[in-house]
Structure formats: C-alpha cells, structure tokens
C-alpha cells in the first residue's frame, strides 16, 4: 500500500485557483445526511468517517450531482455511459475566463458576456455554471443525439432557456459554421434582448448596450466591426487519437500509479481522429477568420505532450496575444491556451497561482559598508529612493522590523539608459566649468544643486503669479473658474524621498523603526490605484514584487516577476540599476 501511495503524484489543491470554492474538500458526511441517492454508494469506518468508491461510476455521478444541487442550485441529470465532469476542474477553467474577461472588461463596456462552448456534454456543466454563478449568455453545440437531448433537458430543468441555446452540429463542425451561421446570431441575440427587457425598468430608455445589440444585429457591417459579438469561446476537446491511447495513457510514465478515479465517457466524448491536437489544430485555424467576432479564443489542453505541438500551430496564425495557464485540482493537472487577434489585451497578466510559485526571484544582497545602520527599514529607505527616482508605483502590503514587501508597477521604461544619461549629466557640467576637473558625485552634486536654485526660482515666480490669478478670481463672480475647466488630478502618485523618511539620522531611524514603517505604510496606501487598462489610460509595462528580509544576519532584496510587456528582461534591468547605485551612486 506505501508502494501504491509513493506512486501517486502529489495532490495539487494548494494550487488550485484562489476563488474556487473546492479548495477545501466538501464534507462527504454532509452530503450523505442529505442526499439518499450520495449514501447509498458511501461507506462508513470505526471512526464514523465517511469514504466513496471512487472506482464505481455511479458514485461519481452521485457525488457530481449532489454537489451541483448543494453548492449552486442547479439540478442536473447525467445519462448513464457519459462522462462525469468533475467541477474543481470546471470551475478553475471558468474562474481563469473570469480573470480574462476582467483584462475585456477595460476596453469593452458591456452588460452580459455571451460565451461559446465548444460539444457542452450531457451535463452542459459549463454553461449552466456560467450563467448561474457569473451572469453569462451562452451559445452551445453538441454533435452526439443523446447528449444534446440530454443538455436541453438540463437547460429546461433549471429554467435557463433565456440565457442559454444549444445547437446541433455535425461532427467535424467546431467554430466557423456555428458562428456564422445566421440563426445563431439571431438566437444569441434574442437572448440578449431578453435580458435586457427583464432588467430595463419600465419607461426607461434602451441601454446604449441593448442599441448596440440591435445595430449588430440589423447590420451585417455592424457585426464585422470591432465590435465583437462573442466575448470568448470554451472547449474541453477529445483527448486520444483512438481507444487503445485512452487505456495506454496511465502507462506512459514510469511509477505514476493507477488513477484514483474510474474514467468516464462514451467514445465519441473521449476520442477524435488525430487526437486533441488534430482538434485545436481546426479550431486554431477558424479563429483566424473569425477574428471580428470573437475576442479570446479558449481550449483546454489535457496532455502536456501536446503543449509544444499547439504552441507551433498557434504561431502559424500570428495573434496579437496568447497565454497558458495550469489547472490543478487533487492529483490531476490540465492545461488552459487562451489567444486573441485584439492588440489591446495583454492575456500573459493572468498569472496562474503555480506559475507564481515557480518563478525565481532575482536577488541582491545589502553590503553592511554602504548603509549607516544595517536594519530593513534603513534599506528600504534606500530602496525607496530607488523607486522614486525610476517613477514606478508603489504599494506596501507588509511591513514588519526584519521584512518589508511591496507590490510595484511600471508604466514608462524609466531604467534605461541609465549610463548615457550620466554621461550627459558630465558633459553639461564640463560645459558649464571647462577648465575644473571633478568626480561624478560633485558633478552630480553641482547639478542638484543647480536643478534646486532653478526650482526656487521657478517657485518664486509660480508665488507671484498665483497671488496675480488669486486677485483676478476674488473679482469674478465665484460660480466661474478662471479656465473654464475642473483641473484634474494626475493618473497616478509617486513615492518621494520625503514621503519615506529618506535623509533621517541614523540615530533617529534605529529609535523609531516601527514609526518610519507606519508612517510610509500610511503614505503608500493613500495613492490611488491609475485606471491602467482604461481607453486612454496608462498601460502596465512591468509588475512585480519586492521582498526586503533579513535572515541569519544578512538583509537580501528580491525581486519577483509578475507579469507586463517589459518580461523578466526589464526586471532584470532594474536590478542591474540597483546594483550599480549601490557600486557608484548618483541620485
């Protein structure tokens, strides 16, 4: 039996999506109170705990259905011989969509999502998920008679018909013929005009959403502009190429163990000609010519053999953005390939808890020679210098005496070209004194200096206009402004060296350390969050994260990639920046 277990790859929960509710095992006794149906395939130790057969397909389904009755409402019938979804499954594929939509949802303002998904199954799990838990519209197809009168009977039993329709399809059809189709687009749009209808109060006007709806729908320009009329399409596709790979996956590794679950299916849900990549294959080339339609593309990947093949097909069709992710649930990991030819949605910013996890933070250690005092918080004082002069944003999410972590984000390259803007700064200053000869840190020092005088200067003068602007106002009437215009505030605050106590004694900051980290905790916190992703806001070129600890005598700063368009390389450049103002500073 401890053969058996060591066998077993390791259970995958702590990796599961942050929002999936399954996270935490449901309570099988619980279930087995309430529902007869679940008891009947449960068994029972000395210690009163409850145990299922995960090898007998009737329990399976037990367990699906009731689980679908206690946690969302939704009743569900599964025919026998078809496949038994499992929901962490479902929902870390649905709950990755969320995530996707949230990166649409910036630059397209729309009230309901209508989603496609790809042969729904007996269960049409993801649908009536979707519609339930996150509002959706969803277009479905089916190509088997017995499960797609099975999804309509479900559909039917839950009183979804008005946010969900189910097409019949031939068995080679995926993406083109549905979403072209005529009577499709009729169908989802009257869905849509449904909803509307239910929420529009009475008297009330359309909803610019509603008289967009109708222009797509009277105008077939309208509906090959950029305004898309799907928001995503979903597919959990045919894994094996024939039956003899379904029976030769478990022994395609060695001591992987037998699988702690029966599988389910008939052969036309588990089997294509070519396999699953065949499959992605034809739905990678119809996207391209429905590009106008479909915002994200979407499939699920179930063998990580296959990644490297789809990744190739993908390139051949040149989208503006692709991403994978991993689902992990119990002891088994599945694959997400999401794409889209819309140049303003960057999918790789939806990380997966795993691929965080793997990621390497780059580090730098903090000399005891080049700081006053060796605290964190006298080197996070420098740090945060650091960061103010790059102009990034800043927001600290712990802050103890021996570790201070912050979430930071980049909208401009500020870390390049660090070396020829020195090398301007000493030519300026040579121009100014030809014949004197002097370091870089007096050239930099004279430039401060300079730059501060300009300042005050500068200031000065601001003073006395502004007293001039305050007499012109005081003799306007008070409900007109001087321009005319509401002045508003800029997109987003940056850290100042003031702001985080930089310039303190030494003394000063090893008295009061829990002070300096309230009070910059404070300061950062105050900064509003910019409307990145916004039409014309700024766009996030780089996020990542900032460790500063201190372990066994030695403080060590690390970096941590997140995600944005810089990639590790400009993370990379950033941590060089730090290592040479370390080395030779100049700010």
């Given at each position: 039996?401890?053969?058996?277990?060591?066998?077993?790859?390791?259970?995958?929960?702590?990796?599961?999506?942050?929002?999936?509710?399954?996270?935490?095992?449901?309570?099988?006794k619980k279930l087995a109170m309430q529902y007869p149906e679940f008891r009947a395939h449960c068994t029972y130790d000395l210690s009163g705990k409850v145990?299922?057969?995960?090898?007998?397909?009737?329990?399976?389904?037990?367990?699906?259905?009731?689980?679908?009755?206690?946690?969302?409402?939704?009743?569900?019938?599964?025919?026998?011989?078809?496949?038994?979804?499992?929901?962490?499954?479902?929902?870390?594929?649905?709950?990755?969509?969320?995530?996707?939509?949230?990166?649409?949802?910036?630059?397209?303002?729309?009230?309901?999502?209508?989603?496609?998904?790809?042969?729904?199954?007996?269960?049409?799990?993801?649908?009536?998920?979707?519609?339930?838990?996150?509002?959706?519209?969803?277009?479905?197809?089916?190509?088997?008679?017995?499960?797609?009168?099975?999804?309509?009977?479900?559909?039917?039993?839950?009183?979804?018909?008005?946010?969900?329709?189910?097409?019949?399809?031939?068995?080679?059809?995926?993406?083109?013929?549905?979403?072209?189709?005529?009577?499709?687009?009729?169908?989802?749009?009257?869905?849509?005009?449904?909803?509307?209808?239910?929420?529009?109060?009475?008297?009330?006007?359309?909803?610019?959403?509603?008289?967009?709806?109708?222009?797509?729908?009277?105008?077939?320009?309208?509906?090959?502009?950029?305004?898309?009329?799907?928001?995503?399409?979903?597919?959990?596709?045919?894994?094996?190429?024939?039956?003899?790979?379904?029976?030769?996956?478990?022994?395609?590794?060695?001591?992987?163990?037998?699988?702690?679950?029966?599988?389910?299916?008939?052969?036309?849900?588990?089997?294509?000609?070519?396999?699953?990549?065949?499959?992605?294959?034809?739905?990678?080339?119809?996207?391209?010519?429905?590009?106008?339609?479909?915002?994200?593309?979407?499939?699920?990947?179930?063998?990580?053999?296959?990644?490297?093949?789809?990744?190739?097909?993908?390139?051949?069709?040149?989208?503006?953005?692709?991403?994978?992710?991993?689902?992990?649930?119990?002891?088994?990991?599945?694959?997400?390939?999401?794409?889209?030819?819309?140049?303003?949605?960057?999918?790789?910013?939806?990380?997966?808890?795993?691929?965080?996890?793997?990621?390497?933070?780059?580090?730098?250690?903090?000399?005891?020679?080049?700081?006053?005092?060796?605290?964190?918080?006298?080197?996070?004082?420098?740090?945060?210098?650091?960061?103010?002069?790059?102009?990034?944003?800043?927001?600290?999410?712990?802050?103890?005496?021996?570790?201070?972590?912050?979430?930071?984000?980049?909208?401009?390259?500020?870390?390049?070209?660090?070396?020829?803007?020195?090398?301007?700064?000493?030519?300026?200053?040579?121009?100014?004194?030809?014949?004197?000869?002097?370091?870089?840190?007096?050239?930099?020092?004279?430039?401060?200096?300079?730059?501060?005088?300009?300042?005050?200067?500068?200031?000065?003068?601001?003073?006395?206009?502004?007293?001039?602007?305050?007499?012109?106002?005081?003799?306007?009437?008070?409900?007109?402004?001087?321009?005319?215009?509401?002045?508003?505030?800029?997109?987003?605050?940056?850290?100042?060296?003031?702001?985080?106590?930089?310039?303190?004694?030494?003394?000063?900051?090893?008295?009061?350390?829990?002070?300096?980290?309230?009070?910059?905790?404070?300061?950062?916190?105050?900064?509003?969050?910019?409307?990145?992703?916004?039409?014309?806001?700024?766009?996030?070129?780089?996020?990542?994260?900032?460790?500063?600890?201190?372990?066994?005598?030695?403080?060590?700063?690390?970096?941590?990639?997140?995600?944005?368009?810089?990639?590790?390389?400009?993370?990379?450049?950033?941590?060089?920046?730090?290592?040479?103002?370390?080395?030779?500073?100049?700010?």
């Open positions: 039996m401890a053969a058996k277990e060591k066998g077993r790859p390791p259970k995958l929960n702590q990796f599961m999506h942050p929002r999936n509710p399954y996270r935490t095992p449901p309570s099988f145990h299922l057969d995960f090898k007998n397909c009737d329990a399976l389904r037990a367990l699906t259905t009731c689980l679908l009755d206690q946690d969302f409402g939704l009743k569900v019938d599964i025919p026998d011989g078809r496949l038994v979804p499992t929901l962490p499954l479902r929902l870390n594929y649905l709950l990755w969509l969320e995530d996707l939509m949230t990166l649409s949802a910036k630059t397209d303002q729309k009230c309901t999502r209508i989603g496609v998904d790809v042969g729904t199954g007996s269960a049409c799990i993801y649908p009536l998920l979707a519609a339930k838990q996150f509002g959706w519209s969803m277009l479905c197809t089916e190509a088997d008679e017995v499960n797609y009168e099975s999804a309509v009977n479900n559909v039917k039993k839950n009183s979804m018909q008005d946010e969900i329709f189910i097409k019949k399809v031939q068995e080679n059809i995926i993406l083109k013929d549905v979403l072209d189709d005529k009577t499709s687009l009729a169908e989802i749009t009257a869905l849509q005009a449904k909803e509307e209808s239910v929420d529009k109060p009475q008297g009330s006007q359309d909803s610019p959403c509603k008289a967009e709806m109708e222009h797509e729908t009277n105008d077939k320009k309208g509906m090959e502009s950029s305004n898309y009329i799907f928001d995503f399409t979903m597919c959990n596709p045919p894994f094996f190429g024939s039956e003899e790979d379904s029976h030769t996956m478990n022994k395609s590794k060695k001591d992987r163990g037998e699988p702690v679950s029966v599988p389910t299916g008939a052969v036309q849900e588990i089997v294509t000609s070519g396999g699953e990549v065949a499959f992605i294959t034809q739905m990678i080339e119809e996207s391209s010519h429905l590009k106008d339609k479909v915002r994200i593309f979407t499939t699920l990947i179930g063998t990580k053999a296959d990644i490297k093949k789809v990744k190739q097909v993908l390139a051949t069709v040149s989208p503006a953005h692709s991403s994978f992710t991993e689902f992990c649930q119990g002891r088994t990991m599945r694959w997400g390939l999401a794409w889209t030819f819309d140049p303003k949605l960057q999918l790789n910013q939806i990380v997966s808890k795993k691929q965080m996890t793997n990621t390497k933070p780059m580090v730098m250690l903090m000399p005891r020679s080049l700081l006053n005092a060796y605290s964190v918080p006298a080197a996070w004082r420098m740090v945060a210098k650091w960061l103010h002069f790059l102009k990034v944003k800043v927001r600290v999410f712990k802050n103890t005496k021996y570790f201070v972590g912050a979430h930071v984000r980049a909208y401009k390259p500020t870390w390049l070209h660090q070396r020829r803007k020195k090398r301007e700064l000493d030519r300026r200053n040579k121009a100014v004194n030809p014949n004197e000869e002097f370091s870089v840190e007096e050239a930099t020092e004279k430039h401060q200096s300079h730059k501060r005088s300009k300042d005050e200067s500068e200031e000065g003068q601001e003073e006395s206009t502004h007293e001039r602007k305050k007499q012109r106002v005081f003799s306007e009437p008070l409900n007109q402004s001087t321009n005319g215009s509401e002045e508003k505030p800029t997109p987003y605050q940056m850290i100042s060296p003031n702001d985080s106590g930089i310039g303190n004694s030494p003394d000063k900051e090893i008295c009061s350390n829990s002070e300096f980290l309230k009070q910059i905790s404070e300061k950062l916190h105050k900064q509003k969050e910019p409307h990145v992703h916004q039409a014309g806001g700024l766009e996030c070129i780089l996020r990542f994260n900032v460790h500063l600890k201190q372990t066994g005598g030695l403080i060590s700063l690390e970096l941590t990639y997140l995600g944005g368009s810089a990639g590790k390389n400009g993370l990379a450049q950033i941590l060089l920046f730090m290592r040479n103002q370390l080395t030779n500073p100049t700010i």
